[in-house]
């Protein structure tokens, strides 16, 4: 880890860390807003029970500690890029289905996607600190959905909205670990942090 | 000729009009055209033109280049600034484009001096846009979740040209719509930032000259954000000095951490107190306030910003009251007396008084106040107490020393209590240097402190009015002062300042002082009058000006007064005097004079007064009066020295004596006469139709000793007069009208009308009647003209008014015609009065006529016939009674002629008054 020698390269770390940390904290309330506003206006229950969303790694991951920095950052990049495109998707349906009758679910929904789109920009910028070039998006993101009917797609939505949720709260984890000053390339473990 | 040139110019025009016409394929087509074509250009810049003809007009018309005029709104342009490019083609170049206008036109000159439009263009000169400076931008918080980016620059010069502004921002990874302002050129505002990232933010301008980019700016919207203040704010009581505010931010944690802002301030105040900010730098939804005032109510109010400092305060929120409970009152109240010793020596009326607690010092409502007194100058007097809610007590009490004690006590408790020791006399040391000074809007009170320890001063003051008592205001100052602010003190007021110093063991007396707090000039000027003006001098006196009208302190008079024409004088009096000498005053001169009274701040004088020095001094009159009455007296008395010394002298010539009839030698026949004369009645002196009874008077020889020449001379010259004037009377007695002894003798008439019944009498003459002579009444016939009045009152006796009349009038008569002009008018009316006797009186009239003819010198008798008939005719207009008397008088002529052979005057008449 090159940068990690250099004093403006730490800088940078951890000014990226903390901005992303609030950036997903942020992301975090916004989105547990728009879940209560999108169970409501989309008619769902909101103790409905959702399938994995597929194509977006699970934030709930064994042996999370042991993490080295790049593979937490690596795994946020991949499920950040799904995110934003499974959120785009959902921008998309959510227009053919209520028009701009609800503007505001729409706004919302564009609001958490940017902010997705800024947090993956985050990662990308700490992966290449890490003297590592972000793979490319050819790869990423979730497989081809088949068609869909609109129930399903309401609670595929359900799902991408709790996974995001969860994955703020893992992203918000992952860069307190990243932000500590060890000199380390992110093999040794960090404190466990709530966020 | 000339007209041959303008149907070539007619015949060519329409050449080119139907060349256009057919080269435009029915529509009007040029013979050329500009290049280049409506051009936008920059100020300053130069520029060059082009115009080409078209062939087919060279064909038709002979038209080329060289023809060609370029013409700018109208004005054509230089030939200095053409160019023949070729035979089709002219240029035309400006080296700044600040002197173009529209329309730049290409024209030709054809033959026959004919300018023709080809071609114009509009020109449109301006500025490139400057690249924008001083771009800015902050995060408005709109609502929870809602935030707006106001990005603000400046946009440069003016351009003239239509000029476009767009705001551009992306992320490194993502752009964003650019964001154009409306309706302005120097702001935008993007409706929702995101936060977290960092944004590039710049500002591209740009018109038909050009574009420009300001510098970009890289921000994470997050740091220039202005949040909504917190709402909901509440207050709520805790401690007596505690109040705990609660709140909720409308910017979450994840978003933004917060620290804030507290301030807060009692109600009524202005200035605004604030919680430190350390003790707010976190994050928090409430806090207490503590130290607050008991039972105070407070106003509050929040506002937040980002905890690491970084943006914006929000605005305050809306402003939250609340009170704090109470508290007992934290002192006792500051209490004073007012002594009146004056309804007997032996005992005190005690007016104690004491100001209400501030509310600081209250903490709660005063229920009230409870005050002991207690006798210091006798142990076992007992404590008086005494519980009142107002703020004085007055006790009567046995002149002494006592110590009083007052607290106030509230719902919590009582305060700590206030003790005031009252001496029997105030025997203390009294401050010194006591002076008061009004420093900014205050009264300041400065003293020198004794030398002992005093534990507090007392200062009070009132406003000395002459319209209202001395309400006295009293403070109390801590010991180690010495000095302090008056309040409440009005301007142009006077007011009294006492200060007693209080010992541990007594009372200082008193000292005082006046003092204003600002000072004007008087409201009015005093009224001046004099007391009292002289000759050379004036006393003026005034009242003093009442303390109400001073507005400040009255440093001196001035008087100033002058004469109508005269130069004002001035004269400065001491402020304590109210009488003025003005001295070397100009006598009998009217002065004008006013007074004015000055203050420190100035002047005002009072109404004029005028007065006018007396002609004469104190005396002056006295001095001139006395002497010159004096030299009168003395005069007079040297007069009558001179009379008294020269009597003899003056006697003669003003009375001039009067012979004596006694003493004429007629007296010697007196006794014969006498008997004769003795008559009673008229019947008796006058038997009818006889004139008989005339007398002959002998002069002795003795007698004419007794006249001497001098006693004869005035009657020689009655003698004279009355032969210059015929027809007077002998004038005897003297006129009524006239009182001069002459003149006595020509108006005598009227005197012998007065005793026209005494002719007889007449020649009467009492002998030895003068000059202590033995009067012996004889008769006589005489020329005297002196009256005998005796003789005259005795014949009036006799003959009674109505007989007199008549004969009166004949007197008149005869007389009036001698000497008409002479004759006195009273004495022509009263002869007209008396002429109304009653017809009966006619007949003695008439007898008395005749038997006056029979005595009157008969020397009038001669004039009397001329007389009467000038005098008829008055006589006849009087009254009818006077027609007669005329026709009596005329009866008489032949009587008259008959007595001058024995009448003795007619010799008198003759040769003059003798002696005999």
Known sequence: MAGADSPSAALRRRDLCTRGIRLVGKMRSDVIDLLDTYVERQGLDASASVAAVEGVPPAAV????????????????????????????????????????????????????????????????????????PPSEEGDGPPPQPHLSLFEQKLRGLGVLRELAQWAVRSARDLRQLAKPSPGTGSAPGLAESP | MFSEWNWVAYGFYLLLNICSLEASGGLVQSCGHIIPESPVLA???????????????????????????????????????YREINRTVSSV???????????????????GQIEQNIYGITVTVGLPPEKPKNLSCIVHQVSKLIYRMVCT??????????????????????????????????????????????????????????????????????????????????????????????????????????????????????NWMEVPSEDTASPRTSFSVQGLQPYTEYA??????????????????????????????????????????????????????????????????????????????????????????????????????????????????????????????????????????????????????????????????????SRSDCIIEWQIALGDVQGMDLKGIKPFKCYLIT???????????????????????????????????????????????????????????????????????????????????LSSLTSDTLYTVRMMASTDNGSRSGPDFTFTTQKFGKGEIEAIVVPVCLAFLLTVLLGVLFCFNKRDLIKKHIWPIVPDPSKSNIAQWSPQVSAKHNISSKDQMYPEGSFTDVSVVEIE??????????DLKPFDLLKKEKSTSEGHSSGIGGSSCMSSPRQSVSDSDEGETQNTSSTVQYSTVVLNGYRDQTPVQVFSRSESTQPLLDSEE???????????????????????????????????????????ANEGDLVGFVQLQISGQSSQPLGFGMEKSTQEAGLSNVFQTSTEGQTVRPETVEENPLSVHEMPKSYLPQTVRQGGYMPQ
């Open chain 2, 300 to 465: 509050f109010s929040i506002r937040c910003m980002k905890e690491d400092g970084v943006g914006y305060w929000s605005d305050w929120s809306e402003n939250k009251t609340g009170i704090t409970t109470e508290d007992k009152p934290s002192k006792g109240p500051s209490v004073w007396r007012i002594i009146d010793a004056s309804h007997s020596p032996d005992s005190w009326t005690l007016h104690l008084m004491w100001k209400a607690l501030k509310p600081s010092e209250a903490n709660g409502v005063i229920l009230q106040y409870e005050l002991t007194v207690r006798d210091k100058s006798t142990l076992s007097s007992p404590v008086e107490k005494y519980n009142v809610t107002s703020n004085n007590l007055t006790l009567q009490l046995p002149n002494g020393t006592y110590e009083v004690t007052v607290v106030a006590r509230n719902r919590i408790g009582a305060s700590p209590p206030s003790v005031l020791l009252i001496p029997a006399s105030n025997s203390k040391a009294p401050v010194t240097n006591l002076k008061a000074l009004p420093k900014y809007d205050k009264l300041w009170v400065g003293w020198t402190a004794p030398n002992s320890y005093v534990l507090k001063y007392v200062i009070e003051w009132c406003l000395v009015s």
């Open chain 2, 153 to 270: 620059w400046n946009p440069g010069r003016h351009t003239f040209l239509d000029t476009q502004f767009r705001l551009k921002y992306r992320w490194p990874q993502e752009n964003f719509p650019d964001c154009i302002p409306k309706d302005v050129n120097n702001s935008c505002t993007i409706p929702d930032v995101h936060f977290f990232v960092n944004l590039e933010i710049w500002v591209e301008a740009a018109n038909a000259l050009g574009k420009a980019e300001s510098d970009p700016l890289v921000l994470d919207p997050i740091d220039i954000v202005k949040p909504l203040p917190p709402h909901n704010l509440s207050v709520s009581s805790v401690l007596p000095t505690v109040l705990k505010l609660s709140w909720v931010n409308l910017i979450t944690n994840p978003v933004m951490k917060l620290k804030f802002n507290i301030r807060y301030k009692i109600i009524g105040d202005t």
């Open chain 2, 794 to 836: 005795r014949s009036e006796d006799h003959t009674g008014g109505g007989d007199s009349t008549p004969q009166r009038q004949q007197y008149f008569r005869q007389n009036g015609g001698q000497d008409e002009t002479s004759a006195d008018r009273p004495c022509f009316e009263r002869t007209k009065q008396i002429t109304h």
């Open chain 2, 499 to 581: 200060v007693y110093p209080l010992y541990a063991d007594g009372q200082g007396s008193g000292q005082s002082v006046k003092a204003y707090l600002k000072q004007d000039r008087p409201s009015k000027g005093p009224t001046v009058q004099t007391k009292k003006v002289g000759k050379a001098e004036a006393v003026l006196t005034w009242n003093h000006l009442t303390v109400d009208e001073q507005n400040g302190f009255i440093r001196n008079y001035t008087i100033l007064y002058k004469t109508i024409d005269g130069n004002e004088t001035v004269v400065t009096v001491d402020p304590s005097k109210t009488e003025y000498t």
């Open chain 2, 93 to 111: 170049t400006f080296n700044d484009t600040s002197s173009l206008a529209t329309p730049l036109t290409c024209n030709i000159l054809a033959d």
């Open chain 2, 701 to 710: 020889a003795d007698d004419k000793k007794t006249f001497s020449e001098q």
């Open chain 2, 43 to 81: 100020l300053g810049s130069n520029f060059t033109a082009l115009c080409i003809l078209n062939e087919s007009c060279l064909d038709f018309g002979n038209i080329y280049a060289n023809q060609i005029i370029w013409k700018i709104k109208n004005k054509v342009v230089p030939k200095e600034q």
């Open chain 1, 62 to 133: 064994e042996r999370w500690d042991e993490q080295t920095g790049t593979q937490r950052l690596l795994e946020n990049l991949a499920a950040y890029r799904a995110f934003r495109v499974l959120l785009a998707q959902m921008l998309e349906e959510q227009r053919e289905q209520l028009g701009e009758a609800d503007a505001a679910l729409g706004r919302a929904l564009a609001s958490v996607l940017l902010q997705v789109s800024a947090f993956a920009y985050h990662l990308e910028e700490l992966l290449q600190l890490e003297s590592r070039s």
